[in-house]
């Protein structure tokens, strides 16, 4: 068996590009760090990778003239035989985010409990075109994720759709409702949504859209408002996904929601968000706690601005990654495809950084570090894929393995310090000798099906 070897590297021209293939070895090399991959060990399957369909990407990915609007959406949804990513798995705001132009909801009447002024004129200026296009260039499903920010401001105790609040008790049963027309609604423009989750980062107060809900707060919501409506809408094979904050809480937030089995039999997973510490170990405990229960990074970005030209910003996408699917998560998704040059737009200046930044007024797009890092996934492993046993025995390389659906496997490994590194792949039966740059990420996969 041949090894296709596909390497980006800091300090050379390489990004995502072939490299001589490697072939099996039979020499003996005594103290070289050593990769051992065993396909016979398989562990969760993957649903997929992607990035989130904002307002802010929307328009930025609007500005540009037609070629590099298809060119845009090639590079992250066309096969990797046709050198695009493959995104399957993405997400997209129910009513406004930071990343929308300003604060919007589908509700607007106040105390239109009975959803007649619901519509989705907002999303279809801008936000549905753009989903529309990434539809038509992908060869496959895309499944969507939908997340809110916050409700409608006259349901919240502070009256507003910004700075934190809270879901008004007596609201709950119609904003339940909102998610229901809000599938239904997307589902009429041929938009399917494959999941939802509750609320964006329930423990956060920002001076942007946000709603607190306590864990206990959102397993009743879960419970006895949105489970029972999405099931008596003939929507139960929508995913619920609880949480959708950082690691730091996840185990406490499984625990009360999952605690509770009326609530728990309506969960399919929990989604989770990289600020703050890593705390990668909370993960794993999840899982161990759950089993049955999935994972699913549902949110990260690097903040404060549009760090052009960043290579840390990649390092940092595939540090999660591996680590995150090391510990049984099931997909990954991005924060924004797109952004503009100063990291937006966002209605409370609130930059961050996008894979791909858009020059609107030169008609040019940029793709940072992080798009070639999250290539060397994405492009490789497949939805319905397995993670197998992988370890590496020096800790300078930082390495995930899988087997795709047809049986070829894929080898995720990354050296993020200064020095190159010689090392030994022990995969199955085979050997292979390689190497892989400092400040690199290299994926090795078969050449043909294994």
């Known amino acids: 068996m041949l ?40 562990f969760q399957i993957i649903e997929g990778f992607g990035g989130a369909f904002t307002e802010a990407g929307a328009v930025s990915w609007m500005a540009l003239g037609p070629n590099q609007r298809d060119a845009a959406l090639r590079a992250y949804f066309a096969t990797q035989a046709e050198d695009g990513h493959g995104y399957a798995l993405c997400r997209v705001h129910m009513n406004s985010c930071d990343f929308a132009l300003d604060n919007y909801a ?10 007649r002024s619901f519509n989705i004129s907002r999303d279809q200026q801008a936000l549905l075109p753009f989903i529309k296009a990434a539809q038509r260039v992908a060869r496959h499903p895309i499944k969507l994720l939908a997340s809110p920010w916050s409700p409608p401001a006259w349901m919240k105790t502070n009256g507003s ?13 119609a ?27 329930p423990m956060a107060t920002q001076r942007w859209d946000s709603c607190v809900y306590s864990a206990e707060e959102e397993r009743d919501f879960i419970r006895d408002y949105l489970g029972p409506e999405l099931v008596r809408a003939g929507l139960a094979d929508i995913k619920i ?6 690691r730091d809480l996840m185990v406490d937030r499984a625990s009360v929601i999952y605690g509770d089995p009326e609530a728990s039999k309506y969960a399919w997973g929990l989604g989770f968000h990289w600020y703050g510490e890593d705390h990668f170990d909370h993960v794993q405990r999840v899982h161990d706690a759950w089993p049955e229960k999935r994972l699913l990074f549902t949110e990260g970005c690097q903040e404060g601005g549009a760090h052009m030209g960043s290579w840390a910003l990649g390092e940092r996408y595939a540090h ?10 099931v997909g990954w998704i991005d924060w924004n495809l797109f952004l503009d040059l100063q990291g937006g737009p966002n209605h409370v200046g609130n930059f961050c950084s996008a894979p791909i930044l858009i020059d609107t007024a030169h008609d040019a797009l940029y793709q940072q570090s992080s798009f070639y890092y999250i290539g060397h996934f994405c492009r490789f492993v497949v939805p319905g894929a397995r993670r197998v046993l992988c370890a590496s025995s020096v800790a300078a390389l930082e390495c995930a393995a899988f087997r795709n659906p047809d049986g070829s496997p894929v080898l995720i490994v990354m050296n993020r310090t200064d020095a190159p590194v010689s090392f030994m792949l022990r995969l199955d039966g085979s050997r292979f000798l390689t190497q892989i740059p400092g400040h690199a990420i290299a994926s090795l996969a078969a050449a043909v099906p294994h």
């Open 175 to 201: 904003w339940a409702r909102c998610f229901v027309r809000f599938i239904e609604a997307y589902a009429q423009e041929g938009v399917p949504i494959w999941g939802v989750t509750v609320q964006n980062e």
């Open 161 to 173: 759709m910004n700075h934190g609040g809270k879901l008004r008790p007596e609201y709950r049963l």
């Open 241 to 246: 996904v609880v949480w959708d904050h950082n």
């Open 106 to 115: 589908h509700v607007h009447t106040t105390g239109d409990v009975d959803l």
């Open 320 to 329: 999660s990654m591996i680590n995150d699917l090391n510990r049984w998560t």
């Open 3 to 42: 090894l296709r070897y596909v390497l980006t590297a800091r300090d050379s021209e390489a990004r995502l590009s072939e490299q001589p293939a490697l072939e099996p070895s039979s020499v003996e090399t005594p103290g070289l760090p050593v990769l051992t991959v065993d396909t016979t060990h398989q």
